[in-house]
């Protein structure tokens, strides 16, 4: 998939402070043991505006956060999501919420609506009508969302789009940070463990992946000016490190 070809090259930026400081500003900040904040109230599919609280409903949740008319990777997100909950024997409400909320807060909700039956209609996951909740909510309630589980989101006027980390936070039957899955391409079993530690009220670090949703043309499939230029630099940096060691080991023979 588009994540995993790509997410080598970009985990090169978190090595590359000169380039890469205004993509790490974007990355998650990961807050394990902070809490949800449980109050903030949200629209669902129903128009129903509710706590958080409520769609957590006293489970382990996951929580995914973009936004449902992103020309990007949102969708991907999910849909690596779901496909890897498919085969995790995993049920929901039982084991587990899903919880997807847009950082727009333009967005209303039909457009979640739709979003949620385009992903029922690829995955036909028993359970989902009580266990998905696709979400909406003004600005001060995304905002401090957001903000307890350190996502971070910048719109672009000039590209029209939000830019913001790629990943999964889960959170603890009480809604507490229990941890993260970054990137994307998902494993059936790295979401089953995940969510099992969150059961059981767990804190578990994650590993530091940078992979960034924005400027994707879906055209070409691929990142435009960022990864050229990850790909030249990541190049460089080969090309440098090749040489070194070649001239290590040309100075070892001489000697």
């Not at 109050?39 to 382990?60: E, K, N, S, Y």
């Not at 999910?78 to 024997?89: K, P, V």
């Not at 059961?199 to 990864?227: K, M, N, W």
């Amino acid at each position: 998939m588009i994540g995993r070809a790509i997410m080598a090259v970009l985990i090169l930026a978190i090595a590359m402070p000169a380039w890469a400081g205004t993509m790490r500003d974007l990355a998650f900040t990961q807050r394990q043991g902070a809490a949800l904040p449980l109050d903030a109230r949200f629209t669902d599919t129903a128009g129903r505006t509710l706590p958080l609280g409520a769609f957590v409903d006293g489970r382990p949740a996951i929580l995914s956060i973009g936004y449902y008319e992103c020309p990007n990777l949102c969708a991907l997100e999910r849909e690596d999501l779901l496909h890897a909950l498919d085969g995790s024997g995993l049920k929901t409400p039982d084991d587990y919420t899903l919880i997807v909320v847009s950082i727009d807060p333009a967005e209303t909700a039909p457009l979640a609506r739709q979003a949620r039956q385009d992903d029922l209609d690829r995955h036909a996951t028993p359970g989902a009508e009580r266990g998905w909740h696709f979400l909406v909510g003004e600005a001060a309630s995304i905002r401090r969302l957001a903000d307890a589980v350190g996502f971070h989101a910048r719109y672009d006027p000039v590209l029209k789009q939000y830019l913001h980390p790629m990943g999964l936070v889960f959170t603890t039957p009480a809604g507490v940070v229990s941890g993260y899955v970054l990137g994307v391409g998902y494993r059936a079993g790295d979401v089953r463990q995940a969510l099992a530690r969150a059961a059981a009220g767990q804190r578990v670090e994650a590993s530091p992946i940078l992979l960034l949703c924005f400027h994707y043309d879906a055209a070409t499939g691929r990142y435009t000016l960022a990864i050229r230029k990850l790909l030249q630099l990541g190049g460089l940096m080969t090309v440098l490190g090749l040489g070194t060691l070649l001239g290590v080991a040309h100075g070892r023979r001489a000697r």
